[in-house]
């Protein structure tokens, strides 16, 4: 598939299902598929940014979206354009416990409060 021939809405149906195939890896202990799902989400949210204007915003809709690894992600990558909400998601994940991304989330707001993860 060539990501910078889909839609906005395509990208973040692909963004979806990659951090849903990136759950089911951490549950099967599955690190070098999660390694390449990663990327994948990396450069598909790069394809986003990357439109004028910025549309990663596209991603808050994932903010309520019903599994934790989603949520994360698009959290993570809408931090610079919708810092306080995408933090209220990331606290959020990380009040419920919900574990592993609840430790991903503190490590996201944790590097945010210290400055040593600055948001693209």
């Known amino acids: ?5 889909m839609t906005v809405a395509e990208l973040v149906a692909k963004f979806e299902i990659i951090c849903i195939q990136q759950d089911r890896c951490v549950e099967l202990n599955q ?3 999660y390694n ?6 990396v ?8 439109h004028t204007p910025d549309q ?12 934790p690894q989603v949520r994360l992600h698009a959290a993570a ?13 990331l606290q959020r994940i990380s009040d419920r416990n919900e574990y592993p991304q609840a ?9 945010l409060d210290d400055g040593s993860f600055v948001p693209k």
């Open 43 to 50: 450069q598909l949210a790069g394809v986003l940014r990357d």
């Open 77 to 89: 990558e809408t931090l610079k354009i919708n810092p306080k909400e995408a933090r209220a998601v």
């Open 103 to 111: 430790a991903d989330a503190r490590g996201l707001m944790e590097g």
């Open 1 to 5: 598939e060539c990501l910078s021939k």
């Open 31 to 33: 690190t070098s598929k």
């Open 36 to 41: 390449k799902l990663f990327k994948d989400m």
């Open 56 to 67: 990663r915003t596209a991603l808050i809709a994932l903010y309520k979206h019903p599994n």
